[in-house]
């Protein structure tokens, strides 16, 4: 079978496309080398805190879920949320300066963070309140306070993504 110019034509700016970096990665591949003080580098603190996200959001989605259900599962609902606490250790010392976009490390926290530290600490903050509300509620077995901190929970998480994270 011949080979057809269209063919070619595609190919090669698949290829033009590939080698100009237009997957999503880094801004520079070897960037993300520096050892922050908590011993971590730039590289590993930006992943060790998107794994992080990735466990709360998925944890929080596994209790919607549950939550849905004609008949809920306390012990689901129960791990779900004792992983989301876990995840959520220490949230405040995830932003290290120089963890942000100047690093070269692809992330979608914006530089917002660093220049208005205020703002993102009380978000932080209210965050881990409605956690703890809902641990609490989680705690009690009712699936109606649950259910409510759970819904409580939610906005926190979205008053971030709102000002400190790169649209999704």
């Known amino acids: 079978m011949p080979i057809k110019r269209s063919h070619i034509l595609c190919s090669g700016a698949a290829l033009l496309l590939a080698a100009c970096g237009s997957g999503g990665g880094d801004v520079d591949p070897n960037a993300g080398a520096d050892v922050l003080a908590n011993g971590l580098t730039v590289r590993a603190q930006i992943e060790a805190r998107q794994e992080a996200y990735k466990a709360i959001g998925r944890n929080f989605k596994a209790i919607n879920d549950d939550l849905k259900t004609a008949s809920p599962d306390l012990q689901t609902i129960q791990t779900a949320a004792a992983?989301?606490?876990?995840?959520?250790?220490?949230?405040?010392?995830?932003?290290?300066?120089?963890?942000?976009?100047?690093?070269g490390v692809k992330t979608e926290?914006?530089?917002?963070?660093?220049?208005?530290?205020?703002?993102?600490?009380?978000?932080?903050?209210?965050?881990?309140g409605a956690l703890s509300g809902l641990e609490t509620a989680v705690a009690s077995g009712d699936f109606e306070a649950i259910a409510a901190a759970a819904k409580a929970t939610g906005p926190t998480c979205g008053a971030c993504h709102d000002k400190f994270r790169l649209d999704d």
């Open 83 to 103: 992983a989301m606490v876990e995840a959520s250790a220490g949230m405040g010392d995830w932003y290290p300066e120089g963890t942000g976009p100047e690093s």
């Open 109 to 128: 926290a914006l530089a917002t963070i660093w220049e208005d530290p205020a703002e993102f600490a009380v978000k932080i903050s209210d965050y881990e």
